[in-house]
């Protein structure tokens, strides 16, 4: 069976009469995993270890194996943007990130979150996207 679209699932939330039987009837397609299950299936399939993406993405070793491991379930925001430098992910992979986490997605027409997702699109290092948000008076990733 094809996965449903976000849309799809969406529209069928604003069109069911019967919303105990669109959830069961849709149980497979919502997302079910954790942010330290997430991040982990992320790191091995990357070959990455929780202290490498700490380091690229300039974040505390110790809080970052806290995320990983469960110990911290609500990590900022930035934070988990830092994370995402740090593994390299791109922006679906980072808007995933901060879906599963319960934080609001990169909006485009927010002025720092489009030079985090140019940032991204670039592959520049979370020291270069500071830099770029430096230069536009934006708050940095690392003051978080």
Same mark, same amino acid.
Request: proline content about 1%.
């Given at each position: 069976?094809?996965?449903?679209?976000?849309?799809? #699932?969406?529209?069928?939330?604003?069109?069911?009469?019967?919303?105990?039987?669109?959830?069961?009837?849709?149980?497979?397609?919502?997302?079910?995993?954790?942010?330290?299950?997430?991040?982990?299936?992320?790191?091995?399939?990357?070959?990455?270890?929780?202290?490498?993406?700490?380091?690229?993405?300039?974040?505390?070793?110790?809080?970052?194996?806290?995320?990983?491991?469960?110990?911290?379930?609500?990590?900022?925001?930035?934070?988990?943007?830092?994370?995402?430098?740090?593994?390299?992910?791109?922006?679906?992979?980072?808007?995933?990130?901060?879906?599963?986490?319960?934080?609001?997605?990169?909006?485009?027409?927010?002025?720092?979150?489009?030079?985090?997702?140019?940032?991204?699109?670039?592959?520049?290092?979370?020291?270069?996207?500071?830099? #770029?948000?430096?230069?536009?008076?934006?708050?940095?990733?690392?003051?978080?």
């Amino acid at each position: 069976m094809k996965e449903k679209t976000t849309d799809e #699932l969406f529209n069928g939330f604003v069109s069911t009469k019967d919303l105990g039987g669109y959830i069961r009837e849709n149980n497979d397609e919502f997302m079910d995993i954790t942010l330290s299950e997430y991040i982990r299936a992320i790191l091995r399939r990357k070959g990455l270890r929780p202290a490498t993406a700490a380091q690229i993405g300039g974040l505390n070793e110790s809080y970052v194996h806290d995320i990983v491991n469960g110990r911290r379930t609500n990590p900022g925001r930035d934070k988990l943007i830092a994370l995402a430098f740090g593994m390299g992910l791109d922006c679906a992979e980072t808007c995933t990130l901060l879906k599963i986490a319960g934080c609001r997605e990169l909006y485009a027409r927010d002025k720092r979150d489009g030079i985090i997702i140019y940032s991204l699109l670039n592959s520049k290092s979370v020291v270069e996207c500071d830099m #770029l948000l430096f230069d536009e008076q934006l708050d940095t990733l690392s003051e978080a």
